[in-house]
C-alpha cells in the first residue's frame, strides 16, 4: 500500500490559502512576508526525490498545468504520474496526467505499488481525504503569520490524532512538522 501524504505550507492559523500567490487578499505570503531560508525548503526536494506520483485537485491543476511544466525545479514532478480529482477535468494537457472521478478511486490507487502519493495545495481536496481515512501523513511548514482568513486546509469540526515524526525549526521562524495519522 502506498503512502498518501498532504504536503502544505500553513499559517499558525491553519490557512494553506494562495502561499505564492492567488486570490487571497495576502497571496504570496510565503516569500513576501517571511524571510527566505533555504534550509526550510528541504524537505520539498526529499518530497520530489521520493514521491510516485502527486495527486491533486481541479483548482490546483488549473493553477499548476500552466506554469510547472516550464519550471527546471519541477522536472521530476512534470515527469512523475499526476492524479486530478474532478468530476469536470476531461482532456488533461499536463505531461502525465490523469483524471480519477472520485475518492474511491483514489483509494485504489493507494491500493497499488510505487512510492508516496503527494498531495499538494489543494485544502478542499485534502479535507476530502482525511475525512474518508485516506491520508497517511502531512508534512506541514508552518509559517509564523496569522492571516486571519482563507482556505483552511483542517475543516472544523474534524478531530483527528497525529504523532510527530519529524521536526526542526529554522531562523526565519519556519517550522517543520511531519505528522503520521493515528489510527
Do not use: C
Not at 13 to 22: A, Q, R, T
Not at 145 to 172: C, I, P
Amino acid at each position: 500500500m502506498r503512502t498518501l501524504i498532504v504536503t502544505e505550507f500553513i499559517t499558525l492559523d491553519g490557512v494553506v490559502d494562495s502561499p505564492g500567490g492567488g486570490e487571497h487578499p495576502h497571496a504570496g505570503w510565503t516569500f513576501k512576508d517571511v524571510a527566505f531560508d533555504e534550509a526550510a525548503y528541504e524537505i520539498k526536494g526529499r518530497e520530489q526525490e521520493e514521491a510516485g506520483a502527486m495527486l491533486i485537485g481541479r483548482v490546483s491543476y488549473d493553477e499548476f498545468a500552466p506554469v510547472w511544466p516550464s519550471m527546471d525545479e519541477f522536472a521530476t514532478y512534470n515527469a512523475m504520474p499526476k492524479y486530478v480529482v474532478s468530476s469536470t477535468l476531461t482532456d488533461p494537457q499536463w505531461n502525465n496526467t490523469h483524471v480519477l472521478g472520485s475518492l474511491e478511486e483514489v483509494a485504489a490507487l493507494k491500493e497499488g505499488d510505487g512510492g508516496p502519493i503527494l498531495v499538494h495545495g489543494s485544502p478542499t481536496l485534502a479535507q476530502g481525504l482525511a475525512a474518508a481515512g485516506l491520508v497517511d501523513r502531512y508534512h506541514l511548514l508552518v509559517f509564523p503569520l496569522l492571516l486571519g482568513g482563507g482556505k483552511k486546509l483542517f475543516a472544523e469540526g474534524d478531530k483527528t490524532t497525529l504523532r510527530l515524526v519529524e521536526h526542526a525549526a529554522y531562523g526565519n521562524g519556519v517550522q517543520l512538522n511531519v505528522l503520521d495519522v493515528v489510527r
